[in-house]
């Protein structure tokens, strides 16, 4: 089992920049894949950036690329979410998921093992 609380969210006008953070507790933190997904109110919970165990590989969606940066500190058991430019597009509920494996289908929330309560992030126009 692991546990993830997302931190972070909050309201900011369109252009503005938010950080939200992901912290893990329980079993041993680089064993997982870590994620980042939404979702929208009436929306399906969408896929907006993964980082592998060691950290060496990201990816994210198309609708985030050159806006949003995925990392992560294990020794801090920690994944940071740095959101720029943002949209009102990007508005939703932000959560945290992790898996024990970096193959397969990345953007699937139905691969992903362990989530977070969500982060609320809101992008006024």
């Known amino acids: 089992q692991v546990q993830l609380v997302e931190s972070g969210g909050g309201l900011v006008q369109a252009g503005g920049s938010l950080r939200l953070s992901c912290a893990a507790a329980?079993?041993?933190?680089?064993?997982?894949?870590m994620a980042w997904f939404r979702q929208a109110p009436g929306k399906a919970r969408d896929f907006v950036a993964a980082i592998t165990r060691t950290g060496g590989r990201t990816y994210y969606a198309d609708s985030v690329k050159g806006r949003f940066t995925i990392s992560r500190e294990n020794a801090k058991n920690t994944v940071v979410l740095r959101m720029n430019t943002l949209l009102p597009e990007d508005t939703a509920i932000y959560y945290c998921?992790?898996?024990?494996?970096?193959?397969?289908?990345?953007?699937?929330?139905?691969?992903?093992?362990?989530w977070g309560q969500g982060t609320q992030v809101t992008v006024s126009s």
């Open positions: 998921a992790a898996r024990i494996y970096d193959y397969g289908a990345i953007g699937s929330p139905t691969e992903y093992d362990y």
């Open positions: 329980g079993r041993t933190f680089n064993n997982y894949l």
